[in-house]
């Protein structure tokens, strides 16, 4: 799994989270390291926060669809609840949109049945 967080904070709850529950966690703070982690490790998940500092997580989308290699699934991670976001990740092909802060169960709950649906 890819966590795609530029707050450090966060980013190690949710590594800490996801690797109690039994997960390979990565952690990337950028657009550019985002992409080259994708391309890298092959994630079976992404959970792409959508503001980053050298960018936005729809960067990396459409900069791994430029590359032309199959896309990972990917969830988009927001703290802005906002209809036309919603619009833009289900025009791109994401799994969905959680808007911050998500709580932890809900969270395991929701990357367990995507990635069992991906299996």
């Known amino acids: 799994m890819l966590i795609v967080e530029d707050n450090e904070s966060a980013s190690g709850a949710l590594r800490v989270l996801f690797e109690a529950t039994?997960?390979?966690?990565?952690?990337?703070?950028?657009?550019?390291?985002?992409?080259?982690?994708?391309?890298?490790?092959?994630?079976?998940?992404?959970?792409?926060?959508?503001?980053?500092?050298?960018?936005?997580?729809?960067?990396?989308?459409?900069?791994?669809?430029?590359?032309?290699?199959?896309?990972?699934?990917?969830?988009?991670?927001?703290?802005?609840d906002d209809p036309a976001i919603a619009i833009r990740c289900n025009e791109l092909g994401l799994l969905g949109v959680l808007v911050k802060p998500v709580p932890p169960r809900e969270l395991i709950a929701k990357a367990k049945g995507w990635l069992e649906a991906r299996a």
Not at 24 to 36: D, G, L, P
Not at 50 to 65: A, H, K, S, Y
């Open 22 to 80: 039994g997960h390979r966690v990565q952690v990337a703070s950028t657009v550019s390291e985002a992409v080259s982690m994708v391309t890298e490790t092959r994630p079976d998940l992404v959970l792409l926060d959508l503001t980053l500092p050298d960018g936005e997580g729809f960067d990396v989308v459409q900069r791994i669809d430029a590359l032309g290699m199959p896309r990972p699934p990917m969830v988009a991670v927001t703290g802005h």
